[in-house]
């Protein structure tokens, strides 16, 4: 495929703009730019056709089956997408006047109540972007909270092994050392292990239930007792909320934060890459530390305020991804209070499903009951033939599906993680399992063919040691 | 009520079956019944797709959408092409995951190197990532990378967008960082104090270009100041305004970062827009975030993937550059989409018709009594005048003709308002301003 750059002609452009209606004005010379400006000189046509090129080596959940584990890539409703572009919301300023942005403000408090409900929690900010950005904002309320009680020597977060890197990540971000603790045999937190971690310096704990094994943690109302009595609070990454949408309520198990990847569980889709939207519920004595402005209502007028004391501040400008927001609004109102946990169960049946019709020949990690996802080990298939995880996944791509999600949670050896997502349908799981049923066949017959692919793909595998090396991250146009 | 689920209920039950289950409750039997919730959720019923739409829609409809805007103030609106629209809603663009699978996704892939590419030549720096969340949390995450151990002080101006100073004091606080802000002299950072302050322990200096009050400000002397006391820079750069005025590398940084809303994404009331970070080579592996490098496939053909990896929070965990994960990557593609269609000449036209028609606003509306401009500084598309009037009756004096009037300052300024033009206001509008304000003088 050719770069932009390379179909660039010098002279060539798009006519946007009028002429200027106004005489020109001019910068000083030191005020303006020296350099050259390289950017693409093309027309309309040759932009279209560009990107239709592009999107054609871009696989999206459309696609294909679209399995990737901890991502939960169900499908992403269109009507959702024209709510998000109508002018009434696409073409709001940020600052209008409180007056004239009463839907944005009552769309924000209605997703908010909605949510709470769904998740247990008394309030919710909407400003974090991703998930990421909501643990961080959590793990920030759990050190102002603490800090306001005078406690400075709660320093540590404990993050199970299972953990998503994020996890750990954002705990260095929020000023805290990262505790990890093993998971014991069953795939669960290990009370022992965590009545061993717990102490007088811990922050609390960051939890993903049902784990990223796909398992639900069964103690977790012992759980949240030991880390409540230690001083701790309970801090609950929902990437995995799917499974246990209108059955189990996080805020109804001990926790006492939670971040919703509205990105995953809510349908909202995720762009390549982005934009998601992270926001943070808590429960009601954390409140006052909530990231600001904050939607507020009296007497039916809905307004903005930044007047709290003990805010910890802002998380990014403005309100959030609020088009991401709605999106999801749009998806919760359509399915309601019995479309929410349907949904829920019929993610785990399709995992179940899934997961029995390959168990054996493919070892499940844990075995048992799972609940969105499962996680398989493609370790004994490597001893025996050597076709590793990644092998199976590129000879996935042959067959025209997304993989799993491969080597995550890290303390699965050649982990395949398979989420097949509430929206995927009996007949096309059926097939992915006779797809992965054969490629198994194919790695004790000629694993050499599983060495090689994928073959069928626009580009094959690709040299990422080079790429890391010696990197070229821009084009160049000399 | 509506449903996504593509199974009829004889199929679940044949699944069941298969799983010897009796009913979807046994699915959860593993679940302690304490814990699960009794009674359902507290939430309306389902709707159908028609009903949803009403339901928005009229909410869409308790919104007002202005004719005429002349505020600015971080968040901008610029022409969008109609291309660009087309472009960024193309539904594999839209509904693909991060491109972890570099076979089956070198659109996305190929799609952000371009991205990164355009954004080194915006700011003249040499590696650029593929977007964090937005202007705001750019500016923070700019700042985790200069620090040390060694430095681990940071000094940021007040001339900084006031949303972009408390998301980088949040960031501060978290990291347990000192945070110092340079006081803001005539509407710039206060040089003089820059230069007192610095220190040993300095571990970089911010600031923003034009900074929140629209003021074009002589960054080359801040920077100068913090490379001599050994501290890096980062500038915060409007990427309209980079297209004319001198870059960031110019003007000495290390670092650029900014908010590319401008170019080319809707104003969605606050978001998602897009963060961009760009840098000097010496900095590249401190870059947080996703990054595209171009390698080649074991054909030798050319290719895009995924890369320096090894800074990210999937591989290095606690010790990570930064949490991010997610970023805005359809904002990335809509802004080198924005910035193909404009093309050199065309974003280039666009930041001088902002200049043009800011000068020619601020001519006419300084010449007002009481309007006079605040500060005597050079600015781009915003800038700040007293009003002799309530500004909150001028602004619904305004609201009335379907005007967004400037944006009324609050703090130190309080009672000025921070005008901004672009490309989209006509001459005529802006002579229908000046006459509202004028009259609202004469009233
Ligand atoms: C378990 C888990 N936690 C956190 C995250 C981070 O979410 P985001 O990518 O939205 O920042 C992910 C995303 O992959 C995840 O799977």
Redesign the pocket.
């Given at each position: 495929m050719k770069l932009i750059f390379e179909r660039s002609t010098p002279g060539l452009s798009c006519e946007i703009l009028p002429p200027c209606d106004v005489e020109a004005y001019e910068l000083k010379a030191e005020q303006q730019r020296g350099q050259e400006l390289r950017l693409p000189e093309v027309t309309e046509g040759e932009i279209s056709r560009h990107y239709t090129e592009l999107e054609s080596q871009t696989f999206g959940v459309n696609s294909g089956y679209y399995p990737l584990g901890?991502?939960t890539m169900k499908y992403n409703p269109k009507i959702n997408e024209e709510i998000a572009g109508l002018p009434g919301f696409a073409d709001i300023h940020p600052l209008q006047p409180a007056h004239t942005v009463q839907g944005c403000l009552e769309a924000l408090r209605l997703a908010e109540k909605l949510l709470c409900e769904i998740t247990g929690m008394d309030y919710m900010t909407f400003q974090p972007a991703?998930?990421?950005?909501g643990?961080f904002t959590g793990l920030v309320l759990i050190k102002k909270y603490h800090e306001s009680r005078g406690d400075k020597k709660r320093t540590k977060i404990i993050v199970p092994d299972t953990?998503?890197g994020?996890?750990p990540a954002s705990a260095t971000m929020a000023g805290f050392t990262t505790v990890s603790i093993s998971s014991g045999q069953d795939g669960l937190v290990d009370l022992e292990a965590l009545k061993a971690a717990v102490g007088e310096d811990t922050a609390g704990l960051m939890l993903?239930n049902p784990n990223?094994l796909g398992l639900f943690e069964k103690n977790i109302v012992e759980i949240a007792e030991i880390v409540h009595q230690a001083g701790g609070l309970l801090y609950y990454?929902g990437?995995?909320l799917n499974p246990v949408m209108g059955i189990v309520r996080p805020g109804d198990t001990g926790f006492d934060i939670v971040h919703l990847?509205l990105?995953k569980t809510f349908s909202t889709p995720h762009g390549g890459g982005g934009p998601?939207s992270?926001p943070v519920g808590c429960k009601a004595f954390l409140a006052k530390f909530l990231p600001v402005p904050r939607v507020e209502e009296k007497d039916g007028e809905f307004y903005f305020s930044g007047d709290y004391e003990n805010t910890i501040g802002s998380m990014k400008a403005f309100y959030g991804n609020f088009l991401v927001v709605l999106k999801a609004l749009a998806y919760i109102l359509t399915l309601g209070r019995e479309g929410i946990p349907e949904a829920a169960k019929s993610a785990v049946l399709n995992a179940n499903y899934m997961m029995k019709k390959l168990e054996d020949l493919y070892q499940v990690a844990y075995p048992g009951r799972c609940m969105h996802e499962f996680v398989l080990t493609a370790e004994p298939l490597k001893k025996k033939t050597g076709v590793s995880a990644l092998d199976i996944a590129k000879g996935l791509l042959d067959n025209g599906m997304h993989p799993p999600t491969v080597y995550f949670p890290l303390i699965v050896h050649e982990a395949l993680m398979v989420e097949p997502t509430d929206t995927e349908s009996k007949q096309s799981i059926d097939e992915a399992v006779k797809v992965y049923r054969e490629l198994y066949e194919k790695a004790c017959t000629d694993p050499e063919a599983l060495h090689q692919a994928p073959v069928k793909t626009a580009v094959r595998r690709l040299d990422e040691v080079t790429a890391a090396r010696n990197p070229i991250l821009r084009y160049n146009f000399d | 009520m509506g449903s996504y689920i593509p199974n009829s209920k004889a199929e679940q039950q044949k699944m069941l079956d298969f799983l010897g289950l009796a009913s979807f409750d046994d699915l959860y039997n593993e679940i302690p019944d304490k814990v699960k919730l009794k009674g359902g959720l507290n939430i309306p019923a389902g709707k159908s797709e028609l009903e949803v739409r009403r339901q928005m829609e009229a909410l869409a409809g308790k919104n007002k959408v202005f004719r005429t805007i002349f505020r600015g103030a971080g968040a901008y609106r610029h022409y969008i092409p109609a291309i660009v629209k087309a472009v960024a809603s193309k539904e594999r663009f839209v509904t693909a995951y991060t491109p972890y699978q570099p076979e089956i996704s070198q659109g996305v892939l190929q799609s952000i190197f371009e991205f990164q590419t355009m954004i080194c030549e915006l700011t003249g720096m040499d590696t650029a990532n593929a977007s964090v969340y937005d202007g705001a949390t750019a500016c923070a995450e700019a700042i985790t990378m200069c620090v040390d151990r060694k430095r681990d002080e940071v000094f940021v101006s007040a001339t900084l967008h006031p949303d972009y100073l408390r998301t980088v004091k949040t960031y501060c606080y978290a990291a347990g960082r000192k945070l110092v802000v340079v006081p803001e002299k005539d509407g710039v950072t206060d040089l003089a104090f820059l230069k007192e302050n610095l220190n040993e322990k300095s571990a970089v200096f911010l600031m923003q270009q034009p900074n929140f009050y629209g003021i074009i400000e002589d960054a080359e002397a801040c920077f100068k100041v913090a490379r001599e006391a050994g501290a890096k820079s980062v500038m915060c750069i409007n990427p309209i305004f980079a297209a004319i005025g001198k870059t960031p590398r110019e003007c000495g940084a290390d670092i650029a970062v900014g908010e590319g809303q401008p170019l080319g994404i809707s104003l969605s009331f606050g978001g998602p827009y897009l963060g961009f970070m760009a840098c000097v080579q010496e900095l590249t592996r401190r870059l947080p975030g996703r990054i595209v490098g171009q390698t080649k496939d074991i054909e030798g053909k050319r290719a895009f993937v995924l890369t320096l990896q090894a800074r990210e929070q999937h591989i290095r965990r606690e010790k990570a550059s930064s949490n991010?994960?997610?970023n805005q990557a359809l904002c990335a593609l809509t802004a080198a989409c924005y910035m193909s269609t404009m093309g050199p000449t065309g974003l280039k036209e666009v930041a001088n018709q902002c200049l043009a028609k800011a000068h020619y606003a601020a001519k006419h509306i300084s010449s007002l009594p009481g309007y006079e401009l605040v500060f005597d500084a050079e600015f781009f598309h915003e800038f700040v005048t007293r009003c002799p009037v309530d500004v909150n009756k001028l602004m619904a004096k305004l609201e009335e003709e379907g005007i967004l009037g400037g944006y009324p300052l609050e703090g130190p300024y309080e009672g000025c308002i921070l005008w901004c033009f672009t490309e989209m206001n006509t001459k005529e509008e802006i002579d229908r301003l000046v006459a509202i304000l004028k009259e609202g003088i004469q009233e």
């Open positions: 901890s991502c991703a998930g990421a950005h643990e953990a998503h994020t996890n993903t990223t990454d990437a995995n990847n990105h998601g992270g | 991010i994960c997610s």
